[in-house]
């Protein structure tokens, strides 16, 4: 088999997510630029000195040019290339960030110097970004979600896996991708179909439906043997030009998860524990955050204590606060602290339970507090000690982990770091109150466990506030 034969010119216009977001931040920032600019413009009508190098550099603060780079940190929810491409998503975004923006401002225009902020530029900056981001970002959904940027994928093994994977695929939209179909070895598959999606044929067919359908993209979905024929088919079909990946990672891809139930049993030693390993650089870096952090949420702390603690004794009397022991990292155990939510006595007999949505042991008060976070905020004095951090999987009982790692797969994987605060599974999943709900979590946790990072943190960190300011906490 000649591996250069035949070889299909490269597709560029077919976009991969990692080039979505890309045209994404390189727009915005063109757009942040150009709203600075006509805020600046306008602002310096207001002045004798007009538009001139002493009007930027007497009167213009140096912060008011990080004006875009805050824009898009505030809009950083919209680089997510699913909500890009949804109108209704994009809207919601740029009005929170509008809105966050406007409340940040007047927060600083109150506690500082009279006129010693540009109130003028401000407002035109706010204005005119929001207006030029929404038209650009409705001109990428326009043009850039068109079927001809779409990549064509084909899955390779019609299985488990596979049929799995068909299944997230078809329940996402907008489209990730065109899947075109599968391709399986199995005599007893071929021309079967996985909701709208034929089983083209087996390997012998693979390079001619290759180059037949245009094909860019091979996941590959076969858990078990491959034959031999399929190995050199799929390897012919990388040389020449389609790419090849596999299931679990466009799985990850799609859903910000890890398929813990199509992995096999040996996946922690063989791949998990070596991708979940960072730098020193990562984790002087994340404590540092967290001390930060730490502070300045114990002095909100010790600024609302004395008014939560008044309204809970009135509502359900002492204790304000209540500790129990949880699992920290490598399971080491630690105390945690925050304000009481439920009655007392919760558990009675003593087992215990997992929180569920309008979970009726939570109090009048607590209520408010959980879907304001508010019963978090001891907490930040754990993450000031380094028990917790700003990010991570949330911190569970002993005895729910022993309960749950002996029905859900890898349960144990998610002490490998510190809990935090908030995380990927808190911001993307409410309440685990089945053994299913805990197994979508657990994903979710493996994920963020897997590609953590600095962005990821402050991602994670921006939402949080998304939900704190939105009341909708649980």
């Known amino acids: 088999m000649e591996s250069g034969k035949g070889k299909p010119k490269p597709i560029f216009w077919r976009l991969r997510p990692s080039e979505r977001q890309a045209i994404l931040l390189i727009g915005d920032m063109l757009v942040g630029f150009l709203a600075l600019a006509i805020s600046i413009v306008i602002w310096s009508q207001e002045d004798w000195l007009r538009l001139s190098f002493s009007f930027l550099t007497e009167r213009t603060p140096a912060w008011f040019f990080l004006a875009p780079f805050i824009w898009m940190l505030l809009t950083i929810e919209l680089y997510d290339v699913r909500r890009a491409s949804r109108r209704s998503e994009t809207l919601k975004g740029v009005a929170i960030a509008a809105g966050v923006s406007l409340g940040l401002y007047l927060l600083f225009y109150f ?23 929404l038209m650009w970002r409705f001109i990428y959904i326009r043009v850039f979600t068109a079927p001809v940027f779409m990549r064509r994928v084909l899955i390779i093994g019609a299985g488990r896996s596979g049929e799995n994977l068909v299944q997230v695929i078809d329940s996402i939209w907008p489209l990730p991708f065109y899947l075109v179909g599968l391709i399986d070895d199995d005599p007893a598959k071929q021309n079967m179909k996985y909701g709208n999606h034929p089983v083209l044929g087996s390997s012998q067919q693979l390079l001619e439906i290759i180059e037949r359908e245009r094909i860019t993209d091979l996941v590959f979905a076969i858990s078990g043997e491959m034959n031999p024929a399929m190995f050199q088919a799929v390897l012919t079909a990388e040389e020449r030009g389609v790419e090849v990946t596999t299931m679990p990672l466009v799985y990850e891809e799609l859903l910000g998860r890890v398929p813990i139930l199509l992995l096999q049993s040996d996946w922690i030693l063989r791949s998990f524990v070596d991708q ?16 930060i952090g730490g502070l300045i949420g114990c002095i909100g702390l010790a600024l609302l204590y004395p008014f939560i603690a008044v309204l809970i004794l009135l509502d359900d009397g002492a204790p304000v606060l209540y500790s129990q022991e949880r ?39 607590g209520r408010l507090l959980r ?33 749950l790692q002996t029905k859900v797969p890898f349960y144990r994987a998610r002490l490998f770091v510190k809990p935090g605060l908030t995380g990927w ?27 953590r990072n600095l962005m990821l943190d402050l991602l994670i960190i921006f939402r949080t506030a998304g939900t704190v300011f939105g009341l909708r906490g649980q």
Do not use: C
């Open 111 to 133: 506690t500082s110097e009279p006129n010693s902020l540009p109130r003028r530029g401000v407002s035109v900056f706010i204005l005119a970004v929001s207006l030029l981001i």
């Open 276 to 291: 979940a390993h960072t730098n020193n650089f990562f984790e002087m870096a994340k404590r540092l955050m967290d001390i």
């Open 327 to 365: 699992l920290g990292k490598n399971g080491k155990p630690y105390q945690i602290i925050k304000f009481r939510t439920m009655v007392k006595d919760a558990e009675k007999d003593g087992k215990a339970r997992v929180a569920v949505k309008n979970d009726s042991r939570v109090t009048r008060v």
């Open 371 to 403: 879907k304001s976070h508010l019963d978090e905020l001891p907490q930040f004095w754990s993450v000031l000690r380094g028990e917790m951090s700003l990010v991570g999987p949330r911190a569970e009982r002993v005895e729910l982990v022993n309960s």
């Open 425 to 451: 599974a808190q911001v993307n999943y409410g309440y685990a109150e089945t053994v299913e709900d805990t197994i979508v979590k657990l994903e979710y946790d493996l994920y963020y466990i897997k590609h």
